[in-house]
């Protein structure tokens, strides 16, 4: 996948798709849909879709790293 740091993050200022993301991070979509129907992903609706900005989804791989 394109738009991937040297860090192995996202991108920060990029929106990706819930099919970009699930696949990069090797899950379904409905988990990735699950996590913001939740309200633990930030992610915008643009017509049918949603979008998840990189910086949004970064920010939740390190919240679920926190001990």
Do not use: C, H
């Amino acid at each position: 996948m394109e738009r991937i740091g040297n860090d192995g993050n996202l991108i920060e200022e990029f929106y990706y798709t819930i099919p970009q993301i699930a696949k990069f991070y090797n899950v379904s979509n409905s988990t990735i849909r699950s996590l913001i129907k939740e309200k633990k992903l930030k992610g915008q609706k643009i017509g049918k879709n949603y979008r998840i900005l990189g910086k949004n989804f970064n920010e939740y791989l390190f919240n679920q790293n926190k001990f």
